[in-house]
């Protein structure tokens, strides 16, 4: 793994999410709880809709445009045969780390 | 083997409890002499406050009579003190003489602390100790006058209370900071002072006496700080210690009280000691539980079986004369500890626990202690309450996650709770009524007109039948707000308000939510709830609205946006259009629209670049047009009386003005406005959530039209002659409609639920509720009212950039 730095927790707001761009399209950061962090692709399957921009509840969101409800510990779509890509993601003294192998793994396959 | 000689000193409750397994389990073993200071036997000591108030009598509190120590052989030498010990001639010394003993049992008690202060030995000095203290004080009460007592702690208070109910004027002496420091603590010391005052007695904390005045008996109180407190009686109640006199005479080891082992054995192995005299691993003794847990292991010893005495922790449920408290384990503040506070100022409850890792270490509760012993149980098992810890301090009933009982939040309203707002119909009289034989929610309404108006509380008033009768009711299927919770929207509504409850976090905890945080559903409706009843305690939270309301602009298909500027009451200027223009130009709108509300709509706007295109259009001055939220959108007007020659009335001056008055407001969907000149209503006023249609005699108010999915026409409000009154009429329609309606329900589909006239009294009719609504709107405009691009442009443009760019880092 390689962990990188992609910022300061304080920046993703409590039950929000921040978008991080990658080259493999953009990866939305999500912090459910003070020092709770997940990471995943941000394009929900169904139409494409911005996940970074959904609500964020307990460990999952729900895309803004047709209310599709995501559970980030897995990215398996909730009620629907759908999933999507999560990363690893990490808090150390109050920055967030994401694994970059991860990312780049995906971009071999 | 004849019988071994047992000689107890002292007939407490501790050696009476010694004396009962002993010759309950072995009744010809002993030979037992029994002496007391005081001339009388064993009697119940923590019922002296009762034989102070007068509610028992000596007799009453009697736990070993003359012809109980008869009939069990026990030698009473009662009202004789033992003067001495003589532990090489296994002898003890009473004032009659002495007797011998084989095995001898300290039981002396504890002796009252007395400060020694000028002035302590003067006749109408007393301690609270024993019964013929009490009998002293009863008698002084009979002779009326003043009393002071030195000390807050539990036996002071008890002496304040039985004086104040035999009519004396009591004041209370303390020299700490709180009454009943070392059981509770600054918060319920609050309390029960305030009680306490309630009652009539004086409570004067950090106060040090200094001398107590008189010549030949007690006449006044002098405290440091010079003040003098008339006194005809003195009570003395600061403290005991062990009392130990006879035992350090006797060679015996004391510390601050008698030493012993677990085995309740002092120094001398044939001397046993058992109480408030005992000392044991560091430990005094002033509770009952922990000394009957002694008396059975000194009778255990006597008898050659094996036992041990352990320090157990004790809760304290102590009754100061009509106080409810109770207090267990530590509950003092420390690293790494956690406090879960309950406190409702109404009712005088204050309920904290202590918590260190996931243990409740302490509890102190004022006013309500109906689940002491469930949390004293948590304390003395060492339970793990980790899984329970968002809703402990609720207690027993509330435990059981995902089930809890959505019956329990009403349950736990008090009875002058309000439920039913319309017609001020409390908690207290729906159950009564219920009581006396309305069995249903019509009976109910007939009987108290709790739900009978707007009924908004039904689903309240259901679960309060549900409540009362139990499973004789079947209370119809509701709707809940969501999966989250068994609530409706109304009760969720009416219990934010009653209860009240001003947090998400309340609303989670005291109405049993089942997730963490809610969902995407009943999120965004209980923020808008809270935000409405409590605009002063509570503020909109952006992470519970959906994506259109957090960023200030609706979110296309494509994940552009749209950037709608407000223009009031559909007037505009060449400077703002050029400005709009520039704009498009410079961010490359690919789309200019017109919209319905009179305004211009560029759509296809990059998330990115919202901070920067408000702060361009918020240079030309304009605002946002809130085009995306639920709050008000839009008021259309023609030109009236400016330009057409039809227009009776200025309809677009008043647009202007009610738009000024209403943005930025949240309601629950969204508002849109409209004012027509006359009757020919080009604005189309009425199919509008408020039209206003201008007529030569003034303005028809028109309210709850529609023209989405469903299409229907206003109602008339009423007919008002100025324009302040249409404003005022509209303001306060609208601010009803806030506090009132669900979250997500236009203004027609709450008014038919409620009904045009249930509106109309309040906002017609009433003119007091009309000056309220409108008053409670504005103190709400004054935190709303204003432009959220600007705030965002200026605080929060980072926000809408991307965390991290890593394209341009290898991806290894």
């Known amino acids: 793994m390689s962990w990188i730095d992609i910022g300061s927790l304080e920046d993703v707001p409590l039950r929000g999410a921040r978008l991080v761009k990658t080259r493999l399209g953009c990866v939305a950061v999500f912090r459910t709880a003070e020092a709770e962090v997940f990471a995943a692709s941000n394009a929900c399957p169904h139409k494409g809709g911005p996940l970074v921009e959904g609500i964020v509840h307990g460990t999952r969101v729900t895309c803004p445009l047709h209310n599709w409800v995501f559970d980030l510990e897995t990215g398996a779509a909730v009620g629907e045969d759908a999933r999507i890509a999560t990363y690893p993601v990490r808090v150390e003294a109050g920055r967030i780390l994401i694994d970059g192998t991860a990312l780049g793994r995906r971009s071999a396959a | ?812």
């Not at chain 2, 400060?115 to 030995?121: A, F, S």
């Not at chain 2, 793990?384 to 059981?400: C, K, N, S, V, W």
């Not at chain 2, 969501?482 to 609530?487: A, I, L, P, Q, R």
């Open chain 2, 1 to 812: 083997m004849g019988k071994q000689k047992l000689v107890v000193i002292g007939a407490g409750m501790a050696s009476g409890r010694v004396l009962e397994h002993l010759t309950d389990a072995a009744p010809d073993a002993w030979d037992i002499t029994l002496f007391n200071a005081e001339p009388r036997g064993n009697y119940n000591r923590i019922m002296l406050s009762p034989v102070l108030s007068g509610e028992k009598t000596y007799a009453d509190i009697v736990t070993h009579d003359d012809a109980w120590y008869a009939a069990r052989g026990i030698a009473c030498r009662f009202g004789e003190h033992v003067t001495a010990i003589d532990r090489e001639a296994r002898t003890v010394t009473g004032q009659q003489g002495a007797v011998a003993y084989d095995k001898l049992l300290i039981a002396t008690g504890s002796a009252p602390f007395i400060i020694p202060v000028p002035g302590k030995d003067l006749p109408g000095v007393i301690t609270y100790r024993d019964l013929d203290d009490t009998e002293a004080m009863v008698a002084a009460a009979e002779r009326g006058g003043t009393a002071v007592v030195i000390g807050g702690g539990l036996l002071g208070l008890e002496a304040a209370a039985g004086l104040r109910l035999r009519g004396m004027d009591v004041t209370v002496v303390h020299l700490m900071g709180h009454l009943m420091e070392r059981q509770l603590d600054e918060a319920a010391g609050y309390l029960l002072k305030k009680d306490l005052e309630a009652k009539g007695i004086t409570v004067l904390t950090r106060a040090s006496t200094k001398a107590i005045l008189g010549t030949d008996r007690a006449e006044a109180v002098l405290l440091e700080d010079g003040t003098t407190l008339p006194a005809d009686l003195v009570v003395m109640a600061v403290g005991i210690r062990p009392e130990t006199r006879l035992a350090t005479a006797a060679g015996l080891r004391v510390a601050r009280g008698i030493e012993v082992d677990a085995q309740m054995r002092s120094s001398d192995p044939d001397i046993h000691a058992v109480g408030e005299c005992v000392e044991f691993d560091g430990h005094l003794f002033g509770l009952v539980a922990p000394l009957y847990d002694q008396a059975k292991v000194v009778a255990d010893s006597l008898l050659g079986r094996e036992n041990a005495f352990q320090v157990r922790d004790v809760a304290t449920k102590l009754k100061v004369t009509g106080c409810d408290l109770f207090s267990a384990g530590d509950f003092r503040d420390g690293p790494g500890r956690e406090d879960i506070v309950y406190r409702d100022p109404a009712r005088g409850i204050y309920k904290r626990l202590v918590i260190e890792g996931d243990r409740l270490v302490g509890c102190v509760m004022y006013g309500d202690t109906a689940d002491g012993s469930w949390f004293y149980g948590l304390i003395r098992d060492e339970t793990d309450i980790e899984e329970m810890r968002e809703t402990l301090i609720f207690g027993p009933a509330f435990q059981g996650g995902a089930t809890a009982d959505p019956l329990s939040a009403v349950a736990a309203l008090p009875p002058e709770a309000e439920i039913c707002g319309c017609n001020g119909v409390c908690k207290g009289t729906i159950v009564a009524a219920i009581e006396g034989g309305a069995g249903d929610l019509g009976a109910v309404r007939a009987r108290t007109k709790a739900s009978a108006s707007c009924g908004t509380c039904t689903g309240l008033v259901e679960q309060l039948l549900q409540a009362t009768l139990g499973e004789g009711y079947a209370a119809p299927a509701v709707q809940p707000v969501c999966g989250c919770t068994d609530h409706t929207h109304e009760d969720v509504r009416r219990l934010i308000k009653t209860m009240p409850l001003k947090s998400q976090e309340a609303v989670w905890q005291e109405l049993g939510w089942s997730t963490r945080n809610g969902c995407h559903v009943c999120r965004p409706a209980i923020n808008f709830y809270l935000l409405a009843d409590w605009p002063l305690d509570y503020r909109d939270d952006p992470q519970s609205r959906f994506i259109n309301e957090r960023k200030h602009a609706n979110i296309q298909k494509d994940g552009t946006f749209s950037v709608v500027p407000r223009m009031w009451g559909g007037i505009t200027t060449p400077d703002e259009l050029r400005a709009i223009a520039d704009a498009a130009d410079k961010y490359k709108v690919p789309t200019v629209k017109v919209t319905g509300g009179q305004r211009i709509d560029l759509l296809g706007v990059r998330g990115e670049d919202l901070p920067a295109i408000w702060a361009d259009l918020n240079r030309a001055g304009l605002v946002s047009g809130h085009a995306y939220s639920k709050g008000l959108r839009t008021v259309k007007t023609c030109v009236g009386t400016d330009h057409c020659r039809f227009g009776t009335q200025d309809s677009t001056g008043l647009g202007i003005k009610l738009e000024k008055v209403l943005w930025g407001s949240w309601t629950p969907h969204k508002v849109k406005l409209a004012v027509s000149g006359c009757p020919r209503n080009c604005a189309e006023a009425t199919c509008k959530d408020v039209g206003i249609v201008c007529v030569d005699s003034g303005y028809q108010v028109g309210v709850a039209g529609a023209a989405g999915m469903d299409v229907k026409e206003t109602e008339r409000l009423a007919d008002v002659p100025t324009e302040q009154e249409a404003i005022d009429l509209t303001v306060a329609f609208i601010q009803l409609y806030r506090e009132n309606a669900k979250y997500l329900d236009r203004p027609y589909k709450w008014v038919a639920k409620v009904g045009l006239d249930w509106v109309r009294a309040r906002v017609v009719d009433d003119l007091e509720e009309r000056a309220r609504l409108i008053a409670a709107f504005e103190l709400s405009q004054s935190i709303y009212r204003k432009d959220p691009w600007a705030e965002h442009a200026a605080t929060r443009a980072d926000s809408y950039a991307p965390l991290a760019d890593l394209t341009l880092e290898a991806a290894e």
